[in-house]
């Protein structure tokens, strides 16, 4: 499975953007599908994660402020991001699978200035 993700960008604090990510091939909705960042010299972290039959997981930095969606016809998830701050500045990467088998998209740059 492949994933291309899209919508980053550049914003000013309190801004919005939206990033999406297509896989090119169907992933089964129990199959969680979710963004991770990495921050300049921090790890990778979990953003937002979704999968059906239970509630969407979000970071705590995050909650409130970013909501994942996912159109399984569409074979894409996105991430609706408002109220962006310099702390969400990073390279977002889409996901899909599980903890022991993964698929990693290439990352889309959303730096957000203050």
């Known amino acids: 499975v492949q994933l291309q993700a899209s919508g980053g960008g550049w914003v000013q604090t309190g801004g919005s953007l939206r990033l999406s990510c297509t896989a090119s091939e169907s992933v089964h909705s129990s199959i969680p599908m979710g963004w991770h960042r990495q921050a300049p010299g921090k790890q990778r972290e979990l953003v937002a994660s979704?999968?059906?039959?239970?509630?969407?997981t979000y970071a705590d930095s995050i909650f409130g402020r970013f909501t994942i969606s996912r159109d399984n016809a569409k074979k894409s998830v996105y991430l609706q991001m408002d109220n962006l701050r310099p702390e969400d500045t990073a390279v977002y990467y889409c996901r899909a699978g599980t903890s022991s088998h993964a698929y990693w998209g290439q990352g889309t740059l959303v730096t957000v200035s203050s």
């Open positions: 979704i999968r059906s039959g239970r509630d969407p």
